[in-house]
């Protein structure tokens, strides 16, 4: 058993934080916060850091695949914010894993050198408005005609769509009633005729650019089924697959980037911040919460890696993955609201980064499949009966 960091990995995290020093300064981050907008030439710069091609095989262009590097690369963004992660993700997850995984070779020749360049991005079109965890449900409907493929209905939460190249929505394409059989995973350019965003504000994660999409008539060619024709009715098992284990991982990378920052903000108010003539790290109550906050960090970090190590290794890893999706977030939380405690008025109030980590860790537990579709699968999967 090696605990060590690579010093690839240390390398990159170091190489990650210079850029965001350079680009995407905490004052450039709270001006995107406010005005609910981060610009997507951002990742040009992260794009320049080689961090694109790591979920790309050489022979489509990229460095090979890596889901340790990877989802380092997500935490050490969303330390800054995890709308910048998310622009990452929108590249080399939601768009390489996915092609990699579910598109036919002619996608893959088609997509991969793009994405593994940062080029190209991908929105996710799962939810629909009565559709949340139940994605088998979805009811956009697309129908074939002749080598066209005509789609009809309403996304809702798609973030990234403005800024997306491709929507990479869960359709139905068949029978209503066949549920798990029918169901065909498309891209739909935002552009396309008969495509309209409408964006969502939300609480936090504010600059993700989460949107409606109607979708009225919309067109796209057969090649744009994930899969080709062969993938036609295939969705639900191309949903299903990898990608969606390294999905989770994800969305805990976020969150300990949220909350590594969190912690690291207030450890050093701790030593600024003076109180009854002494600065408030000295106040037993401070340093407990502050030890505690550390090393519920260090257990949340354990989790995550683990679930890397075992995707990288291509290992069952779908009870490790929801674990750590649920342990990261939850505690993720729980941590994120103690470093609020301890700025006290000043990690509520604007002008500090804590009240905006506050407001984005909440979305955690939410997104990529909630803290209890993460129990119903752990459960499940370690096979306790359900009678
Ligand atoms: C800011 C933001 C960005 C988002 N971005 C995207 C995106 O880019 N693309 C996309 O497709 N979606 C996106 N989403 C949607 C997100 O994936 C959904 O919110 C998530 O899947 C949960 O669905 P829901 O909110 O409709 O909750 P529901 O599924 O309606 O669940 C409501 C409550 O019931 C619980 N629950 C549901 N089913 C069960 C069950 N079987 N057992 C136990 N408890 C259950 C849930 O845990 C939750 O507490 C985004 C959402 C937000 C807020």
């Known amino acids: 058993m090696d605990f060590g960091e690579p010093e690839h990995i240390t390398m ?3 190489s990650i934080r210079r850029m965001l020093e350079r680009h995407a300064t ?24 080689g961090v694109c091609g790591m979920t790309v095989p050489e022979e489509y262009g990229g460095l090979g695949r890596d889901i340790l590097a990877t989802m380092v690369t997500v935490e050490e963004l969303s330390r800054r914010s995890m709308v910048i992660g998310t622009l990452y993700l929108m590249n080399s997850c939601y768009g390489s894993m996915n092609v990699l995984a579910s598109g036919s070779e002619e996608q893959k020749q088609r997509l991969l050198p793009k994405l593994a360049n940062g080029e190209i991005l991908f929105a996710y ?23 066209k493929v005509i789609i009809n209905g309403y996304k809702r939460w798609c973030s990234g769509a403005e800024s997306a190249d491709y929507i990479y929505a869960l359709v139905r394409s068949g029978d209503p009633d066949a549920r798990y059989k029918n169901l065909s995973l498309v891209l739909i350019p935002p552009t396309a005729k008969g495509v309209t965003l409408t964006h969502i504000p939300a609480l936090g994660a504010r600059g993700l650019n989460t949107n409606d999409v109607t979708l009225d008539n919309v067109e796209i060619p057969i090649e744009d089924v994930i899969g080709g024709e062969a993938g036609w009715n295939q969705g639900w098992s191309k949903l299903a697959g990898p990608a969606l284990e390294v999905e989770k991982l994800e969305v805990a990378a976020m969150a300990l980037g949220i909350a590594a920052q969190a912690v690291d903000d207030a450890w050093e108010y701790s030593q600024t911040r003076s109180q009854f003539g002494k600065r408030i790290c000295s106040h037993q109550s401070i340093r407990h919460m502050l030890a505690d906050a550390q090393t519920k960090l260090a257990a949340a970090r354990l989790m995550l890696y683990r679930g890397c190590w075992l995707a990288d290794n291509n290992l069952p890893c779908s009870v490790e993955t929801s674990m750590a999706k649920m342990f990261v977030c939850e505690t993720g939380l729980d941590i994120v609201l103690t470093c609020q405690k301890i700025m006290g008025a000043y990690g509520y109030a604007k002008g500090f980064d804590m009240e905006r980590h506050v407001r984005d860790m909440l979305l955690m537990p939410i997104i990529g499949g909630s803290t209890a579709i993460q129990k119903n699968n752990i459960a499940n999967r370690m096979g306790l009966p359900k009678a």
Do not use: C, F, N, Y
């Open 12 to 14: 990159l995290r170091e």
């Open 125 to 147: 079109g799962l939810s629909e408005p009565d559709v949340g965890s139940d994605l088998a449900s979805v009811k956009t409907r697309a129908e074939r005609r002749g080598d």
């Open 26 to 49: 905490r004052g450039m981050m709270a001006k995107w916060d406010e005005q609910d907008k981060v610009p997507r030439s951002l990742m040009e710069h992260i794009s320049a850091l």
